[in-house]
């Protein structure tokens, strides 16, 4: 009996060498393939791939069953970052994507995204669809290379993708303003796209860890602190203007101040609203996931424009900004996505937009981030990860789920809790504004809890609650 594999919040990741294997992988691919087929009758496969232990390898396995099954198939000749990959099923008007690529996850992962044929993420209807056929797949041969034939072609990405940013900002001002921008690559697949980028004017841009490093470098590739701790201590040295920060597959992103402050995801959301509305005179609903910013209603608010809190994860952020046609959408590890672009994450498209940023508004980054807390108040936000034992995941998810559920609580860190939304974990909105969520990952053996308040204080605060209600604690 082969495994399940079961899709999280976008794709399936799995351990490699454990459930990440090339059998796996070709269920996979034979499962996505016959999901594309069922959309054409000549459909065209994107496959991309990260800089993850043999994922180029991986990739190449994918394209092969692809091909195997008569699906033509365009494979990248570089790794490249997820959103790149989905804006080539847009430029090339093809059926789907598989990316091979386990995002922000430790290097013991490895993992495929599968994209639509908007680029977007599998919905929750796609991988309805995806799931079953995979897991009805017993084994699927190793595919014989020398017959892909015309079906496979490797293919460089970069030109179409370069010249769809570019019309989403303006390149030219940036590389003339003589900005210094640091971008931390974080030994991901982003490396070498802002630098080409931006490279021929007076804009300089420094890569930090823009090698290949299969163990990342012993770090997590996601762009918060303290996985970002050398760009901060770099930043804080002086003389550079922002760093962008982009994880292991460069969709999400991080962002540093010219002082080396680290600008939270909650306040790089409401950033991009103030400069999509103020700067861009872009005006029109935003979406966020529960575990986004209140600041968003605030400004929306403000700009008398609707904001829509969905689930976690692009696939219920995507399908909200087409259907209501967004202006952004974003959720708070880091993934924003802009309308006109693809309706999903990009961090590189994101970076360059706060340079841009700093550009129009002749203002350092610091200024500008006091700029938003004078006009919504301060906000402090702060997230725990609890890790569990893999073995003993699934009994503990569901005692802490049901803990919650049979005994809610009316009050949090002596805060009146005002309402509860439980379709995404446990959120409690609080009498005071502030809020806090518990969700539990469906692809490791992870709890988070998030929270939102007017400062530090108050946030550790209700983090420490709810854990004390679940008994418990994140480690220091």
């Known amino acids: 009996m082969s495994e399940k594999i079961t899709f999280g919040t976008d794709g399936w990741r799995g351990v490699i060498a454990d459930d990440f294997t090339f059998a796996n992988v070709r269920r996979v691919a034979q499962g996505s393939a016959e999901y594309m087929k069922s959309q054409s009758q000549d459909p065209l496969a994107v496959v991309g791939y990260d800089c993850r232990f043999a994922s180029e390898d991986f990739a190449r396995t994918v394209a092969d069953v692809f091909a195997a099954s008569g699906v033509r198939t365009l494979i990248f000749d570089r790794p490249s970052p997820t959103q790149v990959a989905s804006w080539t099923v847009i430029d090339r008007k093809a059926t789907g994507a598989a990316v091979v690529t386990a995002s922000h996850n430790p290097y013991l992962f490895n993992g495929i995204k599968y994209k639509t044929e908007t680029g ?124 962008i920060c982009t994880d292991g597959d460069a969709d999400r992103v991080g962002i540093i101040d010219e002082t080396g402050r680290f600008i939270n995801q909650l306040q790089v959301f409401a950033l991009l609203m103030l400069y999509l509305f103020d700067v861009r005179q872009i005006t029109g609903p935003v979406v966020k996931t529960v575990n986004m910013t209140s600041m968003a209603e605030k400004l929306g608010a403000e700009f008398g ?51 841009d940023m700093i550009v129009k508004l002749r203002q350092p980054l610091s200024q500008i981030l006091a700029g938003l807390e004078k006009r919504v108040g301060p906000h402090a936000y702060a997230r725990h990860d609890i890790h569990l034992n893999r073995e003993t995941y699934e009994q503990d998810r569901v005692r802490i789920l049901r803990t919650l559920e049979s005994h809610e609580p009316s009050e ?38 998030y929270s939102e308040a007017a400062d530090k204080v108050a946030v550790e605060a209700r983090l420490g609650a709810l854990e004390d209600i679940i008994g418990l604690r994140a480690h220091a």
């Open 120 to 243: 977007s993420s599998a919905s929750t209807e796609v991988i309805a669809e995806l799931e079953p056929r995979i897991n009805a797949i017993e084994a699927v041969p190793v595919p014989d290379m020398s017959s892909s034939g015309d079906l496979v072609s490797v293919y460089d990405p970069r030109a179409p993708y370069y010249a769809q940013v570019g019309r989403m900002v303006d390149l030219n001002a940036i590389r003339s303003a003589g900005l210094r921008i640091v971008h931390e690559t974080m030994y991901g697949s982003g490396f070498g796209y802002i630098k080409e980028l931006l490279d021929g004017g007076r804009t300089s841009v420094v890569e930090l860890h823009n090698e290949r490093n299969a163990w990342f470098g012993g770090m997590n590739p996601e762009p918060i602190p303290p996985n970002i701790d050398a760009a901060i201590a770099h930043m804080r040295g002086g003389g550079q203007d922002l760093c």
């Open 305 to 355: 424009v609707p904001v829509y809190e969905v689930p976690v994860g692009f696939k219920n952020v995507a399908p909200k900004m087409m259907e209501t046609n967004a202006v952004l959408g974003g959720e708070e590890s880091g993934g924003f996505a802009i309308r006109g672009h693809i309706p999903e994450r990009d961090g590189i498209l994101v970076g360059l937009l706060f340079a």
């Open 412 to 449: 949090i860190a002596g805060v009146k809790v005002e309402r509860i939304r439980s379709d995404d974990g446990f959120k409690f909105y609080l009498a005071d504004g502030s809020w806090v969520l518990l969700r539990t990952s469906g692809t490791e053996p992870l709890v988070r809890i």
